[in-house]
């Protein structure tokens, strides 16, 4: 059993309530726009396996640093972790062949600032967009996600809300 804590669009924006949400969790996993590289290696912190992808504002460091795609395994899971897929029934141009070629039961994208938690039935997966934990976009709240991977199991869904602003 593996507890996961998600973030995404966090565009340099580093809040401590992150490591306080993410405190049991066994991995964390950023879908994109980190912002620098100064945030990613703080978030490197919050869990012993962070994974992260880069996103379209991601540059320099953080881009050379950070694949644009990450296929793996969690349990009995299979996963697939980027930045921009569209959501289902609306994939990004080109990414339903990704799907097709990868066949996740896992599918995370961050980009739209939107929390978004939906299944996919044409490709029997679940897709999960956490919605932006930073403080940059148009989003009214800022959010996280917490869930547990057991076995074949994705369960325990949780959604952390931040509120619109932080000030250090």
């Not at 804590?5 to 994109?32: I, K, M, N, Q």
Request: neutral net charge.
């Amino acid at each position: 059993m593996k507890r996961i804590g998600l973030l995404s669009d966090t565009h340099s924006c580093y809040d401590p309530r992150y490591a306080l949400h993410f405190a049991d969790c066994d991995e964390v996993w950023h879908a994109g726009d980190v912002g620098d590289a100064a945030l990613l290696r703080r978030v490197q912190e919050l869990a012993p396996v962070v994974r992260a992808v880069r996103g379209n504002i991601d540059h320099g460091e953080v881009a050379r640093l950070l694949p644009s795609l990450l296929h793996f395994r969690v349990e009995d899971v299979d996963v697939l972790l980027t930045h921009i897929a569209g959501y289902p029934g609306r994939y990004a141009p080109g990414f339903r062949a990704v799907l097709e070629s990868k066949r996740p039961r896992l599918l995370v994208a961050g980009h739209s600032h939107i929390l978004k938690v939906m299944p996919d039935p044409a490709f029997d997966l679940l897709y999960i967009n956490p919605g932006a934990a930073g403080v940059h976009g148009w989003q009214k709240v800022r959010t996280l996600v917490r869930f547990t991977i057991d076995g074949p199991d994705i369960r325990d869904l949780e959604v952390i809300e931040l509120g619109k602003q932080y000030t250090p």
